[in-house]
């Protein structure tokens, strides 16, 4: 069963087409970068995903369900610049809310234990009991992916995991991202991600240009050349 | 003296409880727009009481739990356009009272009480019902705690982990329309906004977790209360205005925390 289909999806905002004719997959365990420009759609189809938008045509599946029907095998990793910071709430009480399900309101002493093994694995055991305030960006970000990985998913969708946040900080989460080991679905502004062991590269803007396989052979589409990567890459690699 | 102002420490103890509760939810959801909305439009409700000779707390009591429905509405639906539609609520819950006050004959000296409100006066009936709102918002937040915490910091998540935000948030809001309610004869309509989130700004400056923050804005609520209640006695100053004061003080005073 692949871990993601999407199906000649559409999209439409206030009579403007925001996604037009979306498709691919995703099986289990693959690496997916979602790239494109600001306003191109990327959000949308993230959201689209998540279940939090409807599509106005087409069809989205994430493990065989409709995302509403299959959101609990979703850890979601927004980006940490979306939360104030003002509210009282410490990095173990943040992680532990990836333990939380319907019907149950207090944590066991195994969600504890869980949240306490993610935080080590990602070695931010140490600010635990620290306001989320008081860490910076990049640690931020590592604690709402504890969160997510907290909830023991088989996918997890991650909204510009990278963005504000210093070159030291970005290489960790993308090393992070890339050790995982499930189905992983990377929304970025940031191309770096492309450097990345990727197994498929959507790039959106309104349609989507779907590559499989290494990088490398990114570079021979023109169209998503053009756009994006002529900064990024060198011209004889674009092909253009 | 204490014969006298014993009911209203008793009053000031129980709106402490509500205050330290629903006071640093208004505080960490950013909801004071809606609680000032809710808080005026609860006007409406007094009117409407006033006029048709109806128990003013019933009438208050539904009419608030209208307009927290709406606004939880307005503001799941119509996130992009909350802020003007909050301020409609407002104006049109005052307004639906101010015209019914009109058509009421005779002079309504309940409806002045009620905008000013006055701990002083209040009786030990009143002390009951302070007492049931504050166990039902007790017994909430023991059990919604976590629940209440993750929506507060991200409503989204919430949702992926199979748990209604949507409904939840309605439920705070109907908590916070009912101490709306249970607050507005000691208070009053027009300063209740500034007693529910003076002291939960101040406790979140100086606490790590939310649990200490909502014991914390309890306790500074209680001092600020009866500070204000012996001040006034003393002093003959109206009650509410002298709490204001002392809490704002208070909040000015911590600043210098950053």
Known sequence: ???????????????????????????????????????????????????????????????????????????????????????????????????????????????????????????????????????????????????????????????????????AGQKEILDLIESLEMTRLVVSHDIKILLRNVDKIAYIHKKAVIHEGPKLNIPKDKHFCEVELIDFLKEDECGI | MWDLIQTSVYAGILLSIAIGIIGSLIVINKATSITGSIAHGSFGGIGIGIYFGINILLSTTVFTLILALILAAITIFYRHRADSLIGVIWALGMSVGIIFLNLAPGYNADAISYLFGNILLIEKNDLLMMGIIDTVLIVSIILLYHRFLAMSYDMEFLEIRGINAKLLYTYFLILTSLTIVMSVRAIGIILILALFTIPPLIAEKFTKRFYQMIILSGILSAFFVIGGIVLSYYFDLAPTPTIVIIAATGLFLSMWKK
Not at chain 1, 41 to 68: A, N
Not at chain 1, 78 to 87: E, W
Request: net charge positive; charged share 30%; proline share 5%.
């Open chain 1, 1 to 167: 069963m692949n871990a993601v289909e999407v199906n000649h999806l559409y999209f439409k905002y206030e009579n403007e087409w925001v996604l037009e004719d979306i498709n691919f997959t995703l099986k289990d365990k693959e690496f997916m970068a979602i790239i494109g420009p600001n306003g191109g759609g990327k959000s949308t189809l993230l959201k689209i995903l998540l279940g939090f938008l409807k599509p106005t045509k087409g069809e989205v599946k994430i493990y065989g369900k409709s995302p509403k029907e299959n959101r609990t095998l979703i850890g979601y990793v927004p980006q940490h610049t979306n939360f104030s910071l003002d509210i009282p709430i410490t990095v173990f009480d943040i992680v532990l809310q990836g333990r939380l399900k319907k019907g149950k309101f207090f944590y066991s002493k195994e969600d504890k234990e869980k949240a306490k093994e993610i935080l080590n694995k990602l070695k931010i055991y140490q600010f635990k009991d620290r306001k989320i305030k008081d860490l910076s960006g990049g640690q931020r970000q590592k604690v709402l992916i504890a969160r997510a990985l907290v909830c023991e998913p088989k996918i997890v969708m991650m909204d510009e995991p990278t963005s504000a946040i210093d070159p």
